[in-house]
T-cell receptor, first 111, second 113 residues
Framework: QQQVKQSPQSLIVQKGGISIINCAYENTAFDYFPWYQQFPGKGPALLIA?????SEKKEGRFTISFNKSAKQFSLHIMDSQPGDSATYFC??????????FGAGTTVTVRA | GAGVSQTPSNKVTEKGKYVELRCDPISGHTALYWYRQSLGQGPEFLIYFQGTGAADDSGLPNDRFFAVRPEGSVSTLKIQRTERGDSAVYLCASSKRVQETQYFGPGTRLLVL
C-alpha cells in the first residue's frame, strides 16, 4: 500500500525550463516531507525538505510548495540544467525515521 | 569525510542460498536504517537501529530477513533461503541522531537466480 503517490513517472524538459513533480499523501499524521535526488548507481541524496507549518521553502533553484488542506506537495526545479537529470523521490514520515517514498520521477533535461 | 559504504556492491546468488549484506555507517552516526528498492520503485523501509538495538523492524517482509548491529556501528542484513522476489537494491542509511537527515549508501544490488 503506497502511502505517497507521485506523478509524473517521467518528464522531459528543455535546458532553462521548469520541472514540476507532484506528490499526494493520505496520512495526516505525516509531519516531515523530504525530496531526494538519485543518480544511476548511487543512493538517494536529500535535496530539500519541508514541515507542514510552512507553505513554501526555497533552496537555490529548488522550491517545495506544500498544501496541507489538499494533502499535496510539489517540487519545482527552476532553470533546469542537464546535471539535474536524475530520478527524484518525494517522501513523508511521521516519526522522522520511517520514510515512505513515492515511486519516483525520472527527469531528463535536454540541452 | 567518508559516506555510508556498503559491501558487496553486487551480489548474485542462487535461489535458496543465504546472503549477508554489510553496511558501514558514517562515523559517529547512532541511527542506522535499511531500505529495499525494487526496480522502478522508491525505497521501502525495512528496519531501523538506534545504537545496537532494532528500534523498529516492522518493514522486514518475513522471518527470512534479519539484521544485526552488535557494536552500534556496522550492520549486517541477513537473508535466509533467498527467493527470486528478493532481487532488489538494498540501501543502508545513517543519521547522526534519529530525526536528522538520513544519508544513503550506494546500495547492494542483489540478484537471486
Amino acid at each position: 500500500q503506497q502511502q505517497v503517490k507521485q506523478s509524473p513517472q517521467s518528464l522531459i524538459v528543455q535546458k532553462g525550463g521548469i520541472s514540476i513533480i507532484n506528490c499526494a499523501y493520505e496520512n495526516t499524521a505525516f509531519d516531515y516531507f523530504p525530496w531526494y535526488q538519485q543518480f544511476p548507481g548511487k543512493g538517494p541524496a536529500l535535496l530539500i525538505a519541508i514541515r507542514p507549518d510552512v507553505s513554501e521553502k526555497k533552496e537555490g533553484r529548488f522550491t517545495i510548495s506544500f498544501n496541507k488542506s489538499a494533502k499535496q506537495f510539489s517540487l519545482h526545479i527552476m532553470d533546469s540544467q542537464p546535471g539535474d537529470s536524475a530520478t527524484y523521490f518525494c517522501a513523508a514520515s511521521m516519526s522522522d525515521y520511517k520514510l515512505s517514498f513515492g515511486a519516483g520521477t525520472t527527469v531528463t533535461v535536454r540541452a | 569525510g567518508a559516506g555510508v559504504s556498503q559491501t558487496p556492491s553486487n551480489k548474485v546468488t542462487e535461489k535458496g542460498k543465504y546472503v549477508e549484506l554489510r553496511c558501514d555507517p558514517i562515523s559517529g552516526h547512532t541511527a542506522l536504517y535499511w531500505y529495499r528498492q525494487s526496480l522502478g520503485q522508491g525505497p521501502e523501509f525495512l528496519i531501523y537501529f538506534q545504537g545496537t538495538g532494532a528500534a523498529d523492524d516492522s518493514g522486514l517482509p518475513n522471518d527470512r530477513f534479519f539484521a544485526v548491529r552488535p557494536e552500534g556501528s556496522v550492520s549486517t542484513l541477513k537473508i535466509q533461503r533467498t527467493e527470486r522476489g528478493d532481487s532488489a537494491v538494498y540501501l543502508c542509511a545513517s543519521s547522526k541522531r534519529v530525526q536528522e537527515t538520513q544519508y544513503f549508501g550506494p546500495g547492494t544490488r542483489l540478484l537471486v537466480l
